[in-house]
């Protein structure tokens, strides 16, 4: 499916960008395009793979005409380009428009202009039932990109929805590291509060499994393991700390759940099973419906075992 295609990658120079770059040059792809603003992390990047297969473009979605000659003779853009942190989303809210709302329009203009045969959208379980602008912002842009699928008689559009992903800029692990490190301590909002977790590679699978699926038009969701953020600071505690290492409950921050939901009650009842690792939300399924009611972090928690295999498989 990939072998001699043209990828391009918006926010491409970022860790998904990363490893989703690593795992496509493995299938035989002409190009991979990576469209960023940063171009410290362009450059990391070319350093990182001396692969004459990227090309790297200075570039922001906010820019349509900038996005539009970049999508020349593309096959697959993979849209991860978005400002996601929290609480910098809260204070910096038309920002936080232009990027990931606005950005998300051009994105499917520039798709449908250059005939791209598909985009696939990385959305977050926060798009689901939010609270927060940021969560506010990629909901939009969801129904934006399924709408878009709607309306396209070329293009096909879908959305994948993913948890926490280890290791990624802005990860929590590496941030409680380096607080145990520097600090001897680990900051921890809300004793209660539990995530869906997930490495990179498993993040990216999710990405490709979206792109090989024959529907669109709908949102793909992974079957994440949860568990409570105070047992993960207590596994990193063991490892990286000692006797004195401290937990600080400091309070939740504006805008932060206790609990994220990946499927919310008013999507489970067209929620389907799409094989053994993955959920697909539409109406135009033929696979078996999911028995939940909602699929929510707080259920189902893992405990010890399972928070070190996490941490091994994401290299901490």
């Not at 690593?22 to 350093?47: D, H, P, T, W, Y």
């Not at 490190?181 to 900051?187: F, G, I, L, P």
Request: net charge positive; glycine share 8%; proline share 3%.
């Amino acid at each position: 499916m990939f072998k001699n295609k043209i990828i391009l990658i918006t926010g491409g120079s970022g860790s998904w960008g990363n490893e989703l770059t690593s795992q496509l040059l493995s299938k035989g792809v002409k190009e991979i395009r990576i469209f960023s603003r940063g171009e410290i992390s362009q450059v990391a990047m070319q350093r990182k793979f001396l692969n004459p297969k990227l090309k790297f473009i200075i570039g922001d979605v906010r820019d349509l005409d900038s996005l539009t000659e970049a999508c020349k003779e593309v096959d697959f853009i993979y849209h991860l380009a978005a400002l996601k942190h929290v609480p910098i989303c809260n204070e910096w809210v038309l920002e936080a428009i232009k990027t990931n709302i606005l950005g998300t329009v051009n994105v499917i203009k520039a798709a449908i202009n250059n005939k791209v045969k598909k985009v696939i959208d990385v959305s977050t379980d926060k798009a689901c039932s939010p609270l927060n602008l940021y969560g506010m912002t990629k909901a939009i842009g969801e129904k934006l990109i399924l709408n878009a699928d709607k309306t396209s008689d070329y293009t096909r559009f879908v959305v994948i929805r993913g948890g926490n992903a280890l290791g990624s800029n802005g990860s929590v692990v590496p941030h409680f590291i380096n607080q145990i490190k520097t600090q001897n301590k680990v900051e921890i909002t809300d004793i209660e509060m539990t995530r869906y977790f997930l490495t990179l590679p498993e993040a990216v699978g999710l990405l490709i499994t979206a792109t090989k699926a024959r529907y669109t038009g709908g949102i793909f969701v992974m079957k994440m393991p949860s568990f409570k953020i105070v047992d993960i600071a207590k596994k990193l505690i063991e490892k990286y700390g000692n006797p004195s290492t401290k937990i600080e409950i400091i309070g939740v921050r504006e805008g932060e759940k206790l609990h994220e939901v990946l499927v919310s009650e008013y999507e489970s009842k067209d929620t389907h099973l799409y094989g053994s690792k993955y959920y697909y939300i539409g109406k135009n399924s033929t696979w078996p419906k999911v028995e939940f009611k909602e699929y929510t972090s707080n259920s189902d928690l893992k405990g010890d075992k399972e928070i070190e295999e996490l941490l091994t498989k994401g290299n901490f």
